[in-house]
């Protein structure tokens, strides 16, 4: 059962409101294909969410962002 957030974003919109907050906004969020693939990459300075995180809206998907 998926329960939607609260706050109604997507993990991708999660993620870059946590990155402004600290000022981080150069700070690209890309989607990549695959499941458990999210990841931070220290070398390109890039976010890479999966898909399912990056345009899903549920608690889970925000978590993850």
Do not use: W
């Not at 993620?15 to 695959?34: C, F, H, Q, T, W």
């Amino acid at each position: 059962m998926k329960v939607s957030a609260a706050s109604g974003l997507t993990g991708a919109e999660a993620a870059r409101k946590m990155l402004n907050e600290k000022g981080l906004y150069d700070v690209p969020i890309e989607s990549i294909s695959g499941t458990l693939t999210d990841h931070y990459d220290p070398i390109s300075k890039v976010v890479r969410l999966s898909e399912p995180v990056f345009h899903g809206t549920s608690v889970a998907a925000v978590s993850v962002a």
